[in-house]
């Protein structure tokens, strides 16, 4: 098959991989050259995804049967017809438009699907702003529509942060749409990632919960199987088919949860491979999250997936601006047991850009808090040099 990648980078790199060991034909896209994904694929592209013409000649120049969305930022309103052309867009067209505006997953979610959200109201200017974070009270989050990563995001905790988190957040969103959302903070005691993977001809299959920690609006660490009760565990299950099921398609989805005394809150998904879920390259599963989002796309059979070690992945951080990044500490990382690393190949970094992965794994019976601890001591060793 010929598979079309919008987005290459340390994500789609580990997809390419899986889909190369299968012998898949892809072509990677992305604004920049020698991104991650690139380095790996048969072809590649440089365009302005957002760029709806851009992206037409491209699919109408390679003919993909699959086109397979890496980021958000893409022009998705253009999949409908990519769609109707009879390419398969993963997991849907609906899915990846959906998901690229938080306010249409939100009321998907909230309102068609009656999912427990945290408590939500939109705003196009500061003054609606003000009467939203009236109607959901203090404190409270602010992100843009159009953001990932925590960008654009801020927490209101009094009156006179409001107008600060309204500026920040149209500072950072992404594409035409000035709209924020502003939601109840959710006083979680922890968040999960539920890997959901839908196929064409066969059940619906859950991965274990991924734990993980979030700093600056980016993952630290990730953790499986995340500590939760077996019946917060069937709500988020019961949740993410629902929500998957109303999207379409087949694929691997990233459904998001806040578990809370109160119980379980859906907060968004990623129709495609999670960041946290990179903790699956530490060989947890008998599948890592990469090869089962493309046996659920070539609809090839998954039978079941197994938990076969716990284990844990923190990220390699740059600190500074370089366009030659170099690593130091590399040997150290390889010497310590049931250790492992990515370094992404990235061709740039800046402070706090993710530009690899530290993986731990152990037995099933490990403590997951030792894993953890393991996994951030082994990227702290790696540097990052300019
Ligand atoms: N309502 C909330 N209450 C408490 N914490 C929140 C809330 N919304 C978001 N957060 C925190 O901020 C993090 C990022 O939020 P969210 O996932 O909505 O944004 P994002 O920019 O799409 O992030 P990403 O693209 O990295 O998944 C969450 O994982 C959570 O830790
Ligand atoms: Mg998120």
């Known amino acids: ?45 440089v365009i302005n995804m957002l760029d709806g013409e851009a992206l037409d000649r491209i699919v109408a120049k390679h003919q993909p049967d699959f086109i397979v969305p890496e980021i958000e930022a893409i022009r998705t309103e253009r999949f409908y017809d990519y769609e109707k052309q009879g390419i398969t867009v993963v997991p ?34 500061a003054e609606e702003l003000q009467k939203g974070v009236e109607a959901v009270g203090m404190p409270c989050v602010v992100k843009p529509l159009m953001s990932s990563s925590g960008k654009g995001q801020s927490t209101i905790k009094t ?29 979680f005691n922890s968040e999960i990632t539920l890997l959901t993977v839908v196929q064409n001809n066969n059940p619906t299959l859950f991965c274990a919960p991924i734990g993980h920690r979030q700093e600056r609006g980016d993952y630290q660490e990730s953790w499986q199987p ?19 099921e109303a999207l379409g398609g087949a694929g691997l989805f990233g459904v998001e949860f ?20 990179m903790v699956t390259l530490a060989g947890t599963q008998n599948f890592n999250e990469f090869e089962l989002h493309l046996r659920a796309i070539l609809s090839l059979p998954i039978f079941e997936i197994t938990l076969e070690k716990v ?7 740059a600190s500074e601006n370089s366009t030659n990044p170099t690593y130091t500490g590399i040997e150290k990382v390889a010497s310590l047991p049931k250790t492992d690393f990515r370094i992404f190949g990235k061709p740039t970094s800046r402070p706090y850009k993710r530009m690899g ?25 790696v540097t990052v040099n300019s």
């Open 159 to 187: 009156e006179s942060d409001i107008e600060k988190a309204w500026n920040y957040a149209v500072e950072g969103s992404r594409g035409d749409v000035v709209e924020v959302i502003v939601e109840a903070f959710v006083k």
């Open 357 to 381: 992965v530290a993986l731990v794994n152990d037995t099933l019976e490990t403590p997951i808090e030792e894993v953890v601890e393991k996994a951030k001591k082994a990227a702290s060793l």
């Open 226 to 244: 995340a500590r939760i009760s077996d019946k917060d565990l069937y709500e988020a299950q019961d949740m993410a088919e629902k929500v998957t």
């Open 311 to 317: 284990g844990a992945s923190a990220v390699i951080l």
């Open 1 to 45: 098959m010929k598979i079309l990648l919008l987005g290459s980078g340390e994500l789609g790199k580990e997809f390419v991989i899986a889909a190369q060991r299968i012998g898949q034909t892809i072509i990677a896209v992305d604004s920049y050259e020698n991104a991650p994904a690139m380095q790996v694929a048969h072809a590649f592209e």
């Open 92 to 125: 849907s067209a609906k899915a990846a438009n959906f998901t690229m505006n938080r306010k249409a997953i939100r009321d998907l979610a909230s309102k068609e699907l009656g999912l427990k959200t945290a408590n939500y109201r939109y705003a196009t200017t």
């Open 258 to 277: 806040f578990l809370a005394d109160d119980g379980v809150y859906f907060s968004e998904l990623s129709p495609r491979p999670h960041d946290t879920g």
